[in-house]
């Protein structure tokens, strides 16, 4: 029987999308989290310290997506 689950989303590309836009929030809206993609948008990444967080948080691999699936490495 096939499945409709969606793939987890890419490490590199959550990382490589965090760095250049993560302060309009792309990289949380690209892992499935709407809300929180659109309330960094309009705090600037919660005037940038959000921001340095979730790069961090991407980079020790330990962001996980909306479903609580780990980002493919």
Do not use: C, H, Y
């Amino acid at each position: 029987m096939a499945t409709t689950e969606t793939a987890p989303r890419d490490w590199t590309i959550t990382l490589i999308l965090s760095i250049f836009v993560g302060t309009l929030g792309i990289d949380r809206m690209f892992i499935g989290k709407w809300g929180t993609g659109f309330l960094k948008l309009i705090t600037g990444g919660g005037l940038g310290v959000w921001w340095i967080i979730d790069i961090i948080i991407i980079a020790t691999g330990n962001m996980r997506d909306k479903w609580g699936r780990e980002l493919v490495k």
